[in-house]
């Protein structure tokens, strides 16, 4: 059996759905030291936001171009 066998569609959508929670943990996890410097130090932690925000972004533009093109 080649290699090559190995890379069916169950292999691609395993890992598409792994990376999609990986970001939702990463996302979840920025939110709660964004909200923790907030409460806790009253300190607003941009470095945080901006990331936060830049993955809000590029996934809802990944939403709407992969719904437009499909």
Request: hydrophobic content about 55%; charged content about 20%; proline content about 0%.
């Amino acid at each position: 059996m080649k290699d090559d066998a190995m890379f069916d569609e169950r292999f691609v959508m395993h890992r598409f759905k792994s990376t999609r929670l990986a970001v939702l943990a990463g996302t979840i996890m920025l939110f709660a030291f964004f909200t923790y410097h907030l409460v806790v130090n009253k300190t607003i932690r941009w470095d945080l936001f901006s990331v936060m925000t830049a993955m809000a972004v590029v996934k809802v533009c990944a939403m709407l171009y992969y719904h437009r093109t499909n």
